[in-house]
C-alpha cells in the first residue's frame, strides 16, 4: 500500500464499524463496500484490514459471494469482547 495510515486505529475504527452496523444478533449485511464508506475509507484499506481481522479469528462471514452474491462479515464474541471493552 502507498498509503500511510494507523494500522492499529484502522483495525478498530473497522472492528468498532462492523459492531455499530450489525444488529443484536451480530448479523451483518454489510460487505467490504458498506465499511468502506461508513468510515469514508478506501475500499483497498478495507480489504487489508478484512484480511487482517480473518487471519486473527475476529471475523466470521455472514453471506458468501458465491452462495449469496455478497460477502458480508460479522464479528466473533472474541472480537465482539473486545470491541465492548474498548
Sequence with gaps: MSE???KTAMIR????AIYNLSD???YSVYDADDIAGYLSVKREIIDEVINILWEAGCLNNCMTEEDDGATTYCLTDKAIDMVELG
Design 4 to 6: 500511510t495510515y494507523d
Design 13 to 16: 475504527s473497522v472492528m468498532k
Design 24 to 26: 443484536e444478533e451480530n
